[in-house]
């Protein structure tokens, strides 16, 4: 299921206040989903790790009540009121006597005194037991009280995410570029670093901070592995000769247009985070001279940041010319 229909299901299931469980690769973006929802949805977000727990955590502490009979005290993290999301990350990482004390608390909203209180819902996410991370096997009873969604990495849905988060634009060319890259996870290899959305975020940040055109390459392998690296720091060669896009900009009619796949990326990468309505005509007039393929992904991704731009002649002219790809 792409990360779209999760946020929409995610909205729907906790609407009803049924309990759901994501399952998903390392790195692919599950908790980052969840949060989402719930800050969309305007409610509280508890993020409770149930591999760092203890049975007893979950259940508190005893104490001798006013009529000298024992009561149990329940932990703080645990909400009293309002409204939110009680999110149970890495749940079936955490050993088998945790995930049983969650039974009650998944099923019956009820944990021996306390109580979940209505405005809640409970969301619970974890790695696959295919990927060879640390996980249990969830036990029959407690897997039967969720619903189960599978996380699937989209390379386009992710892309959108990053124009709008401000990932690096070399980041985002180089996966659009290869987009197979975006996430290469083997779980019958030992690699510590491997390209997922996560790791990409880390690149990013990496980008976004260095103090050369090119960084060291064993710097970005530690983040996403030798191979990736290898392949993004040559990417990042052809980025760096990019001409200057506003070059491209004042002179639209003769400046080059890149006869290499990698190099076109980055230039629709480049001026589609330049345009805006006022050198809009002119964008136009190069992305027409741009194969099809690469001008449209250019203007979708402009119209993506600026979506006033779809209601100029500029991109009516544009979009009757590249009709027949726009079907």
Known sequence: MKPSR?????????????????????????SQVVAQVARQAGVELVDIRAVLLDPVDLRGLPRIDDSNRACWCPPDFLPINGKGVLFLDELNAAPPLVQAACYQLVLDRRLGEYRLPDGWSIVAAGNRETDRAVTHRMPSALANRFVHLNFEVDDAEWLAWAQAAGVAVEVSAFVRFRTNLLHAFDPQKDDKAFPTPRSWEFVSRIMNSRTT????LELIAGAVGEGAAAEFCGFLRVFRDLPDPQV???????????????????????????????????????????????????VRDAARINSAIVETPAFNDWAVAHADVLI
């Open 248 to 298: 491209l900009i004042d002179s639209p009619e003769t400046a080059d247009v890149p006869d290499d796949p990698a190099t076109l990326y980055a230039v629709c990468e480049l001026l589609s985070q330049k345009t805006d309505l006022a050198n809009l005509p002119r964008i136009m007039t190069y992305a027409k001279r741009l194969p099809p393929e690469f001008s449209v992904l250019l």
């Open 6 to 30: 999760i946020i929409e299901t995610l909205k729907t299931l906790i609407t009803i206040r049924q309990p759901v469980f994501v399952w998903g690769a390392p790195g692919v973006g599950k």
């Open 213 to 216: 055109a090119i960084p060291d």
